[in-house]
């Protein structure tokens, strides 16, 4: 008979898995496959943190998110998905609280714009910075879920807009959900 011990094995094993170390690989993939910068980001409170990149050294123009920079959700594609997962109570409060300032002209900064976006992010489970949080920088984003299939974490792909290319976003969906399966994420099937 499985037992308390096996639990606390489990515990353990959990407790060892580093998302940093977890993803780098899969990472790593996405940078040699586009030759564009990757990051990681992960949720604390109002803002997304750059907690690990690659960044591009094949061309002159790159973008580099420097690790333990922030940006507020609203802005950020990895925020977009944060702020899906919180549901639409929770996004008219972070819109209170914050204000939904903008950084550029394209910065998102009414709610019912807001909400529309959402929308857009939660039916294709993948979300776009359109040069909201610097001029001239667009993003792909995607979820990463662990193995209790929470929000943990966000991998994008960070473009100069010139180079920008939206049909790279299915591939930012598959590593991120390959990256997610690693931590232990089974997807259960929509009934």
Same mark, same amino acid.
């Given at each position: 008979?499985?037992?308390?011990?096996?639990?606390?094995?489990?515990?353990?094993?959990?407790?060892?898995?580093?998302?940093?170390?977890?993803?780098? =690989?899969?990472?790593?993939?996405?940078?040699?496959?586009?030759?564009?910068?990757?990051?990681?980001?992960?949720?604390?409170?109002?803002?997304?943190? @750059? &907690?690990?990149?690659?960044?591009?050294?094949?061309?002159?123009?790159?973008?580099?998110?420097?690790?333990?920079?922030?940006?507020?959700?609203?802005?950020?594609?990895?925020?977009?998905?944060?702020?899906?997962? #919180?549901?639409?109570?929770?996004?008219?409060? @972070?819109?209170?609280?914050?204000?939904? =300032?903008?950084?550029? =002209?394209?910065?998102?900064?009414?709610?019912?714009?807001?909400?529309?976006?959402?929308?857009?992010?939660?039916?294709?489970?993948?979300?776009? #910075?359109?040069?909201?949080?610097?001029?001239?920088?667009?993003?792909?984003?995607?979820?990463?879920? #662990?193995?209790?299939?929470?929000? &943990?974490?966000?991998?994008?792909?960070?473009? =100069?807009?010139?180079?920008?290319?939206?049909?790279?976003?299915?591939?930012?969906?598959? &590593?991120?959900?390959?990256?997610?399966?690693?931590?232990? @994420? &089974?997807?259960?099937?929509?009934?």
């Amino acid at each position: 008979r499985l037992g308390i011990r096996l639990l606390d094995l489990g515990s353990l094993v959990k407790s060892r898995i580093s998302l940093r170390e977890t993803a780098m =690989p899969f990472m790593l993939g996405l940078h040699t496959e586009t030759g564009e910068s990757v990051n990681l980001g992960i949720r604390d409170g109002d803002e997304i943190v @750059y &907690v690990d990149r690659t960044s591009s050294g094949r061309s002159a123009v790159r973008v580099v998110h420097i690790v333990g920079g922030r940006a507020p959700l609203h802005t950020t594609a990895s925020g977009k998905l944060f702020l899906v997962e #919180d549901g639409a109570d929770k996004v008219r409060e @972070y819109a209170r609280r914050t204000g939904l =300032p903008g950084t550029t =002209p394209s910065s998102i900064t009414q709610l019912t714009a807001l909400e529309k976006e959402l929308e857009k992010v939660r039916r294709h489970n993948v979300a776009f #910075d359109l040069d909201e949080v610097e001029t001239g920088v667009r993003c792909i984003a995607a979820g990463i879920r #662990d193995d209790s299939g929470a929000l &943990v974490a966000c991998l994008s792909l960070s473009t =100069p807009s010139e180079r920008f290319n939206p049909d790279r976003a299915p591939l930012v969906r598959e &590593v991120a959900a390959d990256i997610s399966r690693a931590l232990g @994420y &089974v997807e259960r099937s929509r009934s």
